[in-house]
């Protein structure tokens, strides 16, 4: 007799979201990274712009470490802030180092209206919601990035040695940073088996919003949208 396979909770996530991961592959500034035709400039742009989100972002796994129920799940997520802080942080500052931005300068970025306002939303989720509402906002940022990262790898594999950007891609298509995306999806399916549909309509929502903030950053990059109305600091 054939098993019924029930759909996992990650399989509807990524359905539902399918629409938007594909926009965020296809856009301009992504293609450019894998053509390794984008402007020098842009790139630049994106490590200050990105070294500030990841401040931010990697703090959700400490916050997720405090929320655990198990030392298991503590284990991981101190495994993830330390792999954000070291491997993934360090693509971007030897990128900057080559580029002649220090250190400072990248942790100095001011981060755009758009960068505050989802690293906000992920913070403001992950103080006052539950463990699952923290994962369900920060599985796009490792999700998705993982996905892009695959997917340049395949479309482009061919002229990678000769693209500037390559560095870039292998770390985010690489197994390790696979395998942590694999376990954020795995805890998502955890924390949500057997629960009320009311409570995965809270995830489901917390998942697109993320998503789109998704998108919203690269154009965000793309377009070099800052704040307006520059103000000076007084000495
Ligand atoms: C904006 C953004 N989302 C996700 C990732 C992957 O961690 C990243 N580095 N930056």
């Given at each position: 007799m054939e098993s019924i396979q029930t759909e996992r909770f990650t399989d509807r996530l990524y359905?539902?979201?399918?629409?938007?991961?594909?926009?965020?592959?296809?856009?301009?500034?992504?293609?450019?990274?894998?053509?390794?035709?984008?402007?020098?400039?842009?790139?630049?742009?994106?490590?200050?712009?990105?070294?500030?989100?990841?401040?931010?972002?990697?703090k959700l796994f400490a916050i997720g470490a405090q929320k655990a129920t198990s030392i298991e799940v503590m284990k991981q997520f101190s495994v993830l802030l330390h792999e954000t802080l070291h491997f993934e942080m360090d693509v971007h500052r030897s990128y900057a180092k080559s580029f002649g931005?220090?250190?400072?300068?990248?942790?100095?970025?001011?981060?755009?209206?758009?960068?505050?306002?989802y690293t906000n939303y992920m913070l403001n989720v992950a103080h006052n919601g539950t463990l699952a509402e923290l994962v369900s906002c920060l599985l796009?940022?490792?999700?998705?990035?993982?996905?892009?990262?695959?997917?340049?790898y395949s479309n482009y594999h061919n002229e990678l040695e000769t693209n500037p950007y390559k560095n870039w891609i292998k770390a985010y298509s690489s197994d390790e940073f696979g395998a942590l995306a694999k376990w954020l999806i795995q805890l998502m399916d955890e924390?949500?088996?057997?629960?009320?549909?009311?409570?995965?309509?809270?995830?489901?929502?917390?998942?697109?919003?993320?998503?789109?903030?998704?998108?919203?950053?690269?154009?965000?990059?793309?377009?070099?949208?800052e704040w307006p109305l520059q103000v000076q600091n007084m000495v």
């Open positions: 359905r539902n979201v399918e629409p938007i991961w594909s926009k965020n592959f296809h856009h301009s500034f992504v293609q450019g990274i894998g053509r390794g035709t984008l402007e020098r400039e842009l790139f630049s742009y994106y490590l200050k712009q990105d070294y500030v989100y990841l401040i931010e972002y990697s931005i220090s250190e400072e300068e990248l942790e100095q970025s001011e981060p755009t209206p758009i960068n505050l306002a796009p940022c490792a999700w998705d990035y993982w996905e892009i990262g695959k997917k340049l924390l949500t088996f057997e629960k009320p549909e009311r409570e995965l309509t809270i995830l489901e929502n917390h998942f697109q919003t993320t998503s789109r903030f998704e998108f919203l950053f690269w154009e965000m990059l793309l377009n070099q949208e």
